[in-house]
């Protein structure tokens, strides 16, 4: 490999067992990975299958950029989110915190019960080990994935006004057509009555006739909506992009709102006496 661009994050002992990251082969860091011992690394499955397609990445060396060495690889850990919860999988690397010191860093704790209690017993461990650590910026986990998605949800939440306005516009549109359409057949409706049809016959043709072209409608707009709905699916968390029950709710919502629109003025023109109806202009 050269040239190449991948994030890296230095880890210290059980990191991959606390954050509930499962390794698909290989081993994870020990203590004998300290600085003296050959340079190691874990890599994700993503990293793994780019560079090393159909190949056990197991013992695969690399250098980063300005080493003099070469690392080795040990471990394949499953792919997670690194940036965002959206993100493709991407390549990643970890190296061991024993050959990579830094001090500075996160502190991952694993457990349950009470986050105040929790943190303030982690308070105490780090002081009882290190007069001069502090430990800044508290949070659990859902606290950081809420605050990763604020974005996300201020996007979605103006998507999700603009897209109602645009079902309540659509809707009125339908219904005020229909309407209009069904009205402008009082003369037909009087004629059918005056020879002899039924009201309820009249009824259910002229809601049958509407129908057929409203239904037509929404079958091209469902094609036309899970064409453009692809360019939204970077913004969504825990739905996709052609979600069944949002396709049809509204989807029948739409329907609904036509079959009432042709069934209230088709009910309105069959009860209007066909001698009136046959004069309506």
Do not use: C
Request: charged fraction near 15%; charge should be positive.
């Amino acid at each position: 490999m050269s040239g190449v661009l991948v994030q890296v994050n230095d880890v210290g002992l059980r990191f991959f067992e606390t954050l509930g990251i499962p390794l698909i082969t290989g081993r994870d860091f020990t203590e004998r990975d300290g600085e003296n011992a050959p340079q190691v690394v874990i890599v994700n499955e993503s990293m793994a299958r780019r560079y090393w397609p159909n190949q056990n990445a197991i013992g695969k060396r690399f250098k980063f950029f300005g080493d003099e060495t070469y690392r080795e690889v040990v471990g394949v850990a499953r792919g997670a989110k690194y940036n965002s919860l959206t993100e493709a999988n991407t390549p990643f690397i970890y190296r061991p915190l024993l050959q990579n010191y830094a001090d500075a860093g996160t502190l991952h704790v694993r457990a349950t019960g009470n986050a105040a209690q929790i943190t303030a017993a982690v308070r105490g461990v780090a002081k009882e080990l290190a007069l001069n650590v502090s430990l800044l910026n508290v949070q659990t986990l859902s606290d950081r994935i809420d605050q990763s998605l604020n974005g996300q949800r201020s996007q979605t939440r103006l998507l999700a006004f603009f897209g109602l306005l645009a079902l309540l516009l659509s809707s009125i549109g339908i219904y005020g057509v229909m309407a209009y359409s069904v009205a402008q057949r009082t003369r037909e409706i009087g004629l059918r009555m005056a020879l002899g049809a039924r009201s309820q016959n009249v009824l259910s043709l002229i809601i049958k006739q509407g129908m057929a072209l409203v239904v037509s409608g929404v079958a091209l707009g469902l094609i036309a909506a899970f064409v453009v709905t692809r360019l939204i699916g970077s913004l969504l968390f825990g739905v996709t992009a052609a979600d069944p029950m949002t396709f049809a709710v509204t989807s029948l919502l739409l329907v609904g709102v036509a079959a009432l629109a042709g069934y209230l003025p088709a009910r309105r023109a069959t009860k209007v006496d066909p001698l009136i109806a046959l004069r309506y202009e």
